[in-house]
């Protein structure tokens, strides 16, 4: 299979696109992530001012349908700032907001001072607004912020939530109880590991649970694991894409994993996927500031209320889309699933 080559791609990723043709597809495996052939979808190169890179977004589908997603943008110092960017069908057409959208503050937030990265994004019903948990970085390392928002242009800051180090953290779209709950990935002596928290009014938390432990070893899921994009409310429980880093003599490589968790006790995972489902392949993927890094912080719902897009960040460098069926996530997990608990 031949593939169109783009206008502006380099030689270099001329030749490796070829020679991944070539040599590295792996057909051996079903697809149920499929990248949209026209990725990547956002780079610098479409900024209305100048960054370095484009990656990690969060999304969501506004009221009128189209797509929102705020990225994670750095400049040429290294600190990273999030900006919206729109587009009617959530593909091509997208409208970047001529100005950071969310900067970060250390003035009034001092975690901050290093910048903000990877927002997920949660519309939450009750409240009539969108949630964005972001990590906040300074000199204690990643913490977890928050700030909610109706419109993505006014944000009403609730500061650190989670202490550092901490992040890869999401909101649940609803309570859980009485309670608020939200996914996150402290960083301590037993590991980089994955917890929920339940709060009465999104400022004071607690009852923390580890819900998802990183395995260990040769696994492709060793030593660390964190939530990718929000949790997927599905009638078997929460769907969540989590992702693995594989330390290697090399650098890391981050893939996908699935797991599902109760309904009403999310803590308890009832599914958990033993082989990764989605991994560097292709080679704005693979190469970039930071290779092997395929890193979705987003999806939004396509009207069939079961086509998934997924929107990642590439190689900390740019952002593609990929769609996966629910239902076919379900079904391929429960044919795949493996003790949840056993990590060695
Ligand atoms: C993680 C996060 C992501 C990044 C990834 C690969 O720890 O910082 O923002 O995409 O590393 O560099």
């Known amino acids: 299979m031949r593939r169109e080559l783009k206008p502006g791609m380099t030689e ?195 009852s923390h649970r580890m819900i998802l432990e990183a395995r260990r070893g040769a696994w492709w899921d060793a030593n660390r694991i964190g939530l990718s994009p929000p949790p997927i409310e599905t009638e078997r429980g929460w769907l969540m894409l989590y992702h693995g880093v594989r330390m290697s003599p090399a650098g890391c490589i981050y893939r996908l994993g699935l797991a599902l968790f109760d309904l009403k006790t999310p803590e308890r995972c009832l599914q958990r996927s033993q082989t990764w489902i989605f991994g560097p392949e292709e080679y704005y993927e693979r190469f970039g500031d930071v290779g092997n890094v395929v890193f979705p912080c987003g999806y939004t719902l396509a009207d069939d209320g079961d086509t998934l897009n997924l929107y990642y960040g590439g190689a900390d460098s740019c952002i593609a889309l990929a769609t996966a069926s629910i239902k076919e996530l379900l079904a391929w997990l429960e044919e795949n699933t493996s003790d949840p608990y056993v990590v060695e």
């Open 12 to 206: 270099y990723q001329k030749h490796e696109q070829g020679r991944r043709f070539a040599d590295m597809k792996n057909p051996h495996h079903v697809d149920l992530i499929r990248r949209f052939p026209g990725n990547p979808v956002l780079t610098a190169a479409d900024w209305p001012y100048p960054v370095n890179s484009v990656f990690n977004c969060g999304a969501t589908r506004l009221l009128d349908g189209s797509t929102l997603l705020l990225c994670r943008v750095e400049d040429r110092r290294g600190h990273s700032h999030l900006t919206a960017a729109r587009s009617q069908n959530g593909i091509d057409g997208w409208k970047v907001d001529p100005e950071p959208t969310l900067t970060p503050d250390p003035e009034n937030y001092p975690e901050e001072l290093w910048g903000v990265e990877d927002p997920r994004i949660t519309y939450v019903p009750e409240l009539e607004k969108y949630a964005v948990v972001y990590t906040a970085y300074s000199r204690g390392g990643p913490g977890v912020s928050l700030a909610l928002t109706e419109d993505f242009k006014d944000f009403e800051r609730y500061g650190d939530i989670m202490t550092p180090e901490d992040k890869d953290a999401a909101l649940f779209p609803h309570r859980i109880g009485d309670n608020w709950a939200i996914v996150h990935r402290p960083v301590g002596p037993i590991g980089a590991h994955m917890w929920v928290s339940y709060s009465p009014d999104l400022r004071h938390w607690g």
